[in-house]
T-cell receptor
Framework: AQSVTQLDSQVPVFEEAPVELRCNYS??????LFWYVQYPNQGLQLLLK??????LVKGINGFEAEFNKSQTSFHLRKPSVHISDTAEYFC????????????FGSGTRLLVRP | KAGVTQTPRYLIKTRGQQVTLSCSPI?????VSWYQQTPGQGLQFLFE???????NKGNFPGRFSGRQFSNSRSEMNVSTLELGDSALYLC???????????????FGPGTRLTVL
Protein backbone atom coordinates (compact mmCIF):
# COMPACT_ATOMS: atom_id res chain seq x y z
CA ALA A 1 0.00 0.00 0.00
CA GLN A 2 1.06 3.57 -0.56
CA SER A 3 0.87 6.47 1.85
CA VAL A 4 1.76 10.15 1.75
CA THR A 5 2.79 12.37 4.63
CA GLN A 6 2.73 16.14 4.56
CA LEU A 7 4.23 17.10 7.88
CA ASP A 8 3.27 20.76 7.84
CA SER A 9 -0.43 21.53 8.05
CA GLN A 10 0.20 25.24 7.60
CA VAL A 11 3.17 27.23 6.38
CA PRO A 12 3.12 31.00 6.86
CA VAL A 13 5.59 32.99 4.77
CA PHE A 14 6.11 36.60 3.78
CA GLU A 15 5.62 37.69 0.20
CA GLU A 16 8.74 37.33 -2.00
CA ALA A 17 10.32 34.88 0.44
CA PRO A 18 11.23 31.33 -0.61
CA VAL A 19 9.11 28.42 0.52
CA GLU A 20 9.39 24.64 0.74
CA LEU A 21 6.44 22.35 1.31
CA ARG A 22 7.48 18.91 2.43
CA CYS A 23 6.13 15.60 1.21
CA ASN A 24 7.27 12.10 2.10
CA TYR A 25 5.79 8.94 0.69
CA SER A 26 5.85 5.26 1.43
CA UNK A 27 5.50 2.56 -1.17
CA UNK A 28 6.86 -0.89 -1.86
CA UNK A 29 6.58 -0.32 -5.60
CA UNK A 30 7.49 2.44 -7.99
CA UNK A 31 5.07 5.33 -7.97
CA UNK A 32 4.30 8.47 -9.84
CA LEU A 33 4.30 11.65 -7.77
CA PHE A 34 2.16 14.75 -8.09
CA TRP A 35 1.57 18.14 -6.50
CA TYR A 36 -1.85 19.74 -6.75
CA VAL A 37 -3.06 23.16 -5.63
CA GLN A 38 -6.57 23.97 -4.47
CA TYR A 39 -7.86 27.52 -4.25
CA PRO A 40 -10.94 28.26 -2.13
CA ASN A 41 -14.15 26.79 -3.53
CA GLN A 42 -12.35 25.23 -6.46
CA GLY A 43 -11.17 21.83 -7.57
CA LEU A 44 -7.60 20.64 -7.79
CA GLN A 45 -5.12 21.96 -10.32
CA LEU A 46 -1.98 20.04 -11.23
CA LEU A 47 1.21 21.95 -10.42
CA LEU A 48 3.72 19.33 -11.52
CA LYS A 49 4.36 15.63 -11.76
CA UNK A 50 7.25 13.20 -11.61
CA UNK A 51 6.96 10.15 -13.78
CA UNK A 52 10.57 9.27 -14.52
CA UNK A 53 13.82 10.82 -15.70
CA UNK A 54 15.24 14.01 -14.25
CA UNK A 55 14.60 14.24 -10.53
CA LEU A 56 14.09 18.00 -10.67
CA VAL A 57 10.67 18.77 -12.04
CA LYS A 58 9.45 22.21 -13.00
CA GLY A 59 5.81 23.09 -12.92
CA ILE A 60 3.46 25.96 -13.40
CA ASN A 61 3.51 29.28 -11.55
CA GLY A 62 7.26 29.03 -10.84
CA PHE A 63 7.04 25.92 -8.66
CA GLU A 64 9.50 23.06 -8.80
CA ALA A 65 9.96 19.81 -6.92
CA GLU A 66 12.77 17.36 -6.46
CA PHE A 67 12.28 13.63 -6.30
CA ASN A 68 14.61 11.92 -3.81
CA LYS A 69 14.26 8.16 -3.98
CA SER A 70 16.60 7.38 -1.08
CA GLN A 71 14.70 9.71 1.23
CA THR A 72 11.34 8.94 -0.35
CA SER A 73 10.60 12.63 -0.58
CA PHE A 74 9.12 14.98 -3.14
CA HIS A 75 9.36 18.47 -1.67
CA LEU A 76 7.80 21.43 -3.43
CA ARG A 77 9.70 24.71 -3.67
CA LYS A 78 9.26 28.22 -4.95
CA PRO A 79 12.04 30.82 -4.75
CA SER A 80 9.73 33.80 -4.32
CA VAL A 81 6.06 33.54 -3.38
CA HIS A 82 3.23 35.91 -4.14
CA ILE A 83 0.06 36.69 -2.25
CA SER A 84 -1.82 34.80 -4.96
CA ASP A 85 0.00 31.58 -4.00
CA THR A 86 -2.09 31.40 -0.83
CA ALA A 87 -3.90 28.09 -1.20
CA GLU A 88 -3.96 24.46 -0.08
CA TYR A 89 -1.31 22.22 -1.58
CA PHE A 90 -1.63 18.46 -1.86
CA CYS A 91 1.04 15.90 -2.56
CA UNK A 92 -0.20 12.65 -4.14
CA UNK A 93 1.14 9.33 -5.35
CA UNK A 94 -0.14 6.94 -7.93
CA UNK A 95 0.90 3.37 -8.41
CA UNK A 96 2.13 2.60 -11.88
CA UNK A 97 0.04 2.33 -14.97
CA UNK A 98 -2.81 0.15 -13.77
CA UNK A 99 -5.04 2.82 -12.32
CA UNK A 100 -5.57 6.54 -12.01
CA UNK A 101 -6.23 6.17 -8.28
CA UNK A 102 -4.42 8.88 -6.33
CA UNK A 103 -3.41 8.65 -2.68
CA PHE A 104 -3.28 12.15 -1.24
CA GLY A 105 -1.46 13.66 1.68
CA SER A 106 -3.41 15.67 4.23
CA GLY A 107 -2.51 18.96 2.62
CA THR A 108 -0.47 22.00 3.53
CA ARG A 109 -2.03 25.41 3.70
CA LEU A 110 0.37 28.03 2.36
CA LEU A 111 -0.39 31.44 3.81
CA VAL A 112 1.48 34.29 2.14
CA ARG A 113 1.54 37.51 4.11
CA PRO A 114 2.34 40.97 2.71
CA LYS B 1 -11.89 22.70 -24.64
CA ALA B 2 -14.34 22.99 -21.82
CA GLY B 3 -13.14 21.61 -18.51
CA VAL B 4 -14.71 19.00 -16.30
CA THR B 5 -18.17 20.08 -15.22
CA GLN B 6 -20.01 18.89 -12.15
CA THR B 7 -23.64 19.44 -11.32
CA PRO B 8 -25.04 20.61 -9.11
CA ARG B 9 -22.37 22.74 -7.47
CA TYR B 10 -24.16 22.86 -4.13
CA LEU B 11 -26.67 20.52 -2.62
CA ILE B 12 -28.45 20.31 0.72
CA LYS B 13 -30.10 17.08 1.78
CA THR B 14 -31.40 15.58 5.00
CA ARG B 15 -30.39 12.36 6.68
CA GLY B 16 -31.89 9.27 5.09
CA GLN B 17 -32.35 10.81 1.67
CA GLN B 18 -30.42 9.79 -1.40
CA VAL B 19 -28.50 11.98 -3.81
CA THR B 20 -27.12 11.74 -7.34
CA LEU B 21 -24.17 13.81 -8.47
CA SER B 22 -23.20 14.24 -12.10
CA CYS B 23 -19.85 14.67 -13.82
CA SER B 24 -19.21 15.51 -17.46
CA PRO B 25 -15.58 14.86 -18.42
CA ILE B 26 -13.53 16.82 -20.88
CA UNK B 27 -14.55 16.01 -24.42
CA UNK B 28 -12.74 12.90 -25.62
CA UNK B 29 -11.78 11.72 -22.14
CA UNK B 30 -12.84 8.19 -21.31
CA UNK B 31 -11.72 7.78 -17.72
CA VAL B 32 -13.54 9.32 -14.77
CA SER B 33 -12.59 9.12 -11.11
CA TRP B 34 -14.43 10.36 -8.03
CA TYR B 35 -13.00 11.61 -4.74
CA GLN B 36 -14.51 12.69 -1.44
CA GLN B 37 -12.92 15.60 0.42
CA THR B 38 -13.69 16.24 4.08
CA PRO B 39 -11.85 18.25 6.73
CA GLY B 40 -11.36 15.15 8.86
CA GLN B 41 -10.43 12.48 6.32
CA GLY B 42 -8.98 14.65 3.57
CA LEU B 43 -9.13 13.49 -0.03
CA GLN B 44 -10.20 9.90 -0.46
CA PHE B 45 -10.65 7.89 -3.64
CA LEU B 46 -14.17 6.61 -4.31
CA PHE B 47 -14.19 4.95 -7.74
CA GLU B 48 -12.66 4.93 -11.17
CA UNK B 49 -14.45 4.21 -14.43
CA UNK B 50 -13.14 3.57 -17.91
CA UNK B 51 -15.39 2.85 -20.89
CA UNK B 52 -18.41 2.23 -18.65
CA UNK B 53 -16.54 -0.30 -16.48
CA UNK B 54 -15.60 0.25 -12.87
CA UNK B 55 -11.86 -0.38 -12.71
CA ASN B 56 -11.17 0.44 -9.12
CA LYS B 57 -13.10 1.13 -5.95
CA GLY B 58 -12.12 2.81 -2.71
CA ASN B 59 -12.94 1.74 0.80
CA PHE B 60 -16.45 3.16 1.11
CA PRO B 61 -19.67 1.46 2.17
CA GLY B 62 -22.08 0.08 -0.39
CA ARG B 63 -24.27 3.17 -0.01
CA PHE B 64 -21.85 4.81 -2.41
CA SER B 65 -22.25 3.71 -5.99
CA GLY B 66 -21.48 5.04 -9.40
CA ARG B 67 -21.78 4.44 -13.08
CA GLN B 68 -20.48 5.70 -16.38
CA PHE B 69 -22.47 6.13 -19.55
CA SER B 70 -21.47 5.49 -23.14
CA ASN B 71 -20.73 9.21 -23.62
CA SER B 72 -18.29 8.98 -20.67
CA ARG B 73 -20.49 11.10 -18.39
CA SER B 74 -20.57 9.68 -14.90
CA GLU B 75 -22.89 9.78 -11.95
CA MET B 76 -22.40 8.83 -8.35
CA ASN B 77 -25.18 8.01 -5.97
CA VAL B 78 -25.26 8.02 -2.20
CA SER B 79 -28.22 6.36 -0.56
CA THR B 80 -29.44 6.72 3.01
CA LEU B 81 -27.40 9.84 3.62
CA GLU B 82 -25.59 10.31 6.90
CA LEU B 83 -24.27 13.50 8.46
CA GLY B 84 -20.74 12.28 7.78
CA ASP B 85 -21.39 12.24 4.06
CA SER B 86 -21.22 16.04 4.05
CA ALA B 87 -18.24 16.74 1.84
CA LEU B 88 -16.91 18.15 -1.37
CA TYR B 89 -17.18 15.50 -4.07
CA LEU B 90 -14.64 15.90 -6.82
CA CYS B 91 -14.65 14.31 -10.22
CA UNK B 92 -11.57 13.97 -12.40
CA UNK B 93 -11.26 12.95 -16.02
CA UNK B 94 -8.37 11.54 -18.00
CA UNK B 95 -7.82 10.92 -21.69
CA UNK B 96 -7.29 7.21 -21.81
CA UNK B 97 -5.70 4.37 -19.93
CA UNK B 98 -3.17 5.48 -17.28
CA UNK B 99 0.02 4.72 -19.16
CA UNK B 100 2.73 6.57 -20.95
CA UNK B 101 1.92 10.19 -21.54
CA UNK B 102 -1.64 9.81 -20.28
CA UNK B 103 -0.83 10.39 -16.67
CA UNK B 104 -2.76 13.46 -15.76
CA UNK B 105 -6.18 13.85 -14.27
CA UNK B 106 -8.16 17.05 -14.70
CA PHE B 107 -10.40 17.91 -11.79
CA GLY B 108 -13.78 19.58 -11.80
CA PRO B 109 -14.84 22.25 -9.30
CA GLY B 110 -16.70 19.74 -7.16
CA THR B 111 -20.17 19.39 -5.70
CA ARG B 112 -20.55 20.59 -2.13
CA LEU B 113 -23.00 18.26 -0.38
CA THR B 114 -24.40 19.25 2.99
CA VAL B 115 -26.40 16.69 4.93
CA LEU B 116 -28.63 18.09 7.69
Amino acid sequence: AQSVTQLDSQVPVFEEAPVELRCNYSSSVSVYLFWYVQYPNQGLQLLLKYLSGSTLVKGINGFEAEFNKSQTSFHLRKPSVHISDTAEYFCAVRRGDSSYKLIFGSGTRLLVRP
Amino acid sequence: KAGVTQTPRYLIKTRGQQVTLSCSPISGHRSVSWYQQTPGQGLQFLFEYFSETQRNKGNFPGRFSGRQFSNSRSEMNVSTLELGDSALYLCASSPSRPSGEYNEQFFGPGTRLTVL
